[in-house]
């Protein structure tokens, strides 16, 4: 149980354009996704807390209108990382939480390369 | 506001060598604990979490991880290295806040290497 996905797991993009990814929650419910950024050999940093029907929480630093984060539904988060640049590049994880325990389980990432 | 440090960002063994990875938090709120691994080209795996049960947590594929307070530390370990657990770590601090639910602080991670 607790299965995540991704989708796509990889995506090329040229300078400008948007891209969007989604985040599936497969078996269960998620009221709260959360969206992460990892970039090579480094750790990964929060971006925002997705809530259903409500805007997203950015950390600060984050561009919410660069990042626009949509939660439409209990199994659904979408990211769009708007006009993309060369330094947008990344490997974007999302999460989603289930419990109690209040649990994390991630999905397997979506590598962006942005020429 | 919580934070990790990952003490170590390498750490090499011998297979069949016990492993310890090392792990210091702070956090302003009862901490949940946890520790993921990531192996190269996959998603973040759950190993075991600390949500203030017992401070001796068991996790998968034979790793365990003790609560020390009074420490604030959070380290993981295995008794015997197999090929397969070279990945990179990560100890993961969740801070409750009282507000549900709360992203999590990741450490830098620990690169662990087995030598044949």
């Known amino acids: 149980g607790a299965v995540v996905s991704q989708h796509p797991s990889r995506v090329i993009c040229k300078s400008g354009t948007s891209v969007k990814i989604e985040c599936r929650s497969l078996?269960?419910?998620?009221?709260?996704m959360f969206w992460y950024r990892q970039f090579p050999k480094q750790s990964l940093m929060l971006m925002a807390t997705?809530?259903?029907?409500?805007?997203?929480?950015?950390e600060q630093g984050v561009e919410k209108d660069k990042f626009l984060i949509n939660h439409a539904s209990l199994t659904l988060s979408t990211l769009t990382v708007t006009s993309a640049h060369p330094e947008d590049s990344s490997f974007y994880i999302c999460?989603?939480?289930?419990?109690?325990?209040?649990?994390?389980?991630f999905g397997p990432g979506t590598r962006l390369t942005v020429l | 506001a919580q934070s990790v440090t990952q003490l170590d960002s390498h750490v090499s063994v011998s297979e069949g060598t016990p492993v310890l990875l090392r792990c210091n938090y702070s956090?302003?709120?009862?901490?949940?604990l946890f520790w993921y691994v990531q192996h190269p080209n996959k998603g973040l795996q759950l190993l075991l979490k600390y949500t203030s049960a017992a401070t001796l947590v068991k996790g998968i594929n034979g790793f365990e991880a003790e609560f020390k307070k009074s420490e604030t530390s959070f380290h993981l370990t295995k008794p015997s290295a197999h090929m397969s657990d070279a990945a990179e770590y990560f100890c993961?601090?969740?801070?409750?806040?009282?507000?549900?639910?709360?992203?999590?602080?990741f450490g830098k991670g620990t690169h662990l290497i087995i030598q044949p």
């Open positions: 078996d269960f419910q998620a009221t709260t």
């Open positions: 999460s989603a939480t289930a419990g109690p325990p209040l649990t994390q389980y």
């Open positions: 997705s809530n259903e029907g409500s805007k997203a929480t950015y």
């Open positions: 956090s302003s709120y009862s901490p949940s």
């Open positions: 993961v601090v969740r801070a409750y806040s009282g507000g549900g639910a709360d992203g999590l602080t």
